[in-house]
C-alpha cells in the first residue's frame, strides 16, 4: 500500500534521531530544515554530525540507545545498521504511540523520507512508495530545473496579497491569474 501524503507540522514536536553515521547525517539534514526540536542517540557521531549539533545547538546522549529512550519523542528515526534493533524499537514504539522510520525495514516505517525540493515557502513532495527511488531523484532534479529560484519572492508577495486582501471571489480571481501569469513566465523565460 502506498503512504498518504501528508505535510506535518513539527512545531513542538520532539525528534529523535537514533545513530550517529552517514544516513543518520542525511536524515538529521532533512530534518532540519524543518525542525531544531532534535535529540540525537549513538555511541559515537561523525564529525560532521558534532558540527551540525554544535551549530544549532542539539541534544545528544552518546550512548547506547536503551528501551525507554524514546519514551519522551513524537518522532523516532532509527539510522543504525543493526535490524534487530531497528525491529525491537519499532514494536517500543507502538507503546509510546510515536511515528516511526527506520533506514532499512520499510513495513516498519509508519512514515518515510520522500525526496523533496525546499524553495522557502514551496516544498513539493516526491515518492515511489519505495518502488523506485531513482525515479523519486530523477523527477526531482527535473523539477528543481523547471521551478525558479523567484518562487521564493513570489510565494511572499502572494501571502502578503492574501493577509492584506478580502476574502472572497475577486481575491480568488485575482490571485489566481497571478500564478497563472506567474508560471506562464518560466516557459517565455526557456
Not at 547525517?25 to 551540525?52: A, G
Request: charged share 30%.
Amino acid at each position: 500500500m502506498s503512504y498518504f501524503p501528508a505535510f506535518i507540522k513539527l512545531d513542538n514536536k520532539r525528534i529523535l534521531i537514533i545513530g550517529g553515521g552517514k544516513i543518520a547525517q542525511d536524515k538529521l539534514l532533512h530534518l532540519l530544515e524543518f525542525s531544531r526540536q532534535i535529540t540525537l542517540i549513538s555511541e559515537s557521531f561523525t564529525k560532521e554530525i558534532m558540527s551540525l549539533i554544535e551549530k544549532y545547538s542539539l541534544s545528544y546522549l552518546e550512548k547506547r540507545y536503551e528501551e525507554g529512550d524514546l519514551s519522551n519523542f513524537d518522532l523516532v528515526v532509527a539510522a543504525i545498521d543493526n535490524l534487530a534493533v531497528q525491529k525491537n524499537i519499532y514494536h517500543e514504539s507502538r507503546n509510546y504511540r510515536c511515528l516511526y522510520n527506520c533506514v532499512d525495514i520499510q513495513e516498519y516505517c509508519d512514515f518515510i523520507f520522500p525526496s523533496y525540493i525546499k524553495k522557502g515557502d514551496l516544498t513539493i513532495a516526491i515518492s515511489t512508495s519505495g518502488s523506485s527511488p531513482a525515479m523519486a531523484k530523477q523527477l526531482k532534479i527535473w523539477l528543481e530545473n523547471i521551478i525558479p529560484d523567484s518562487i521564493v519572492e513570489f510565494l511572499i508577495q502572494m501571502k502578503e496579497y492574501r493577509k492584506t486582501m478580502p476574502k472572497g471571489k475577486d481575491r480568488m480571481i485575482f490571485l489566481d491569474s497571478k500564478v497563472k501569469d506567474y508560471i506562464n513566465s518560466w516557459k517565455e523565460k526557456k
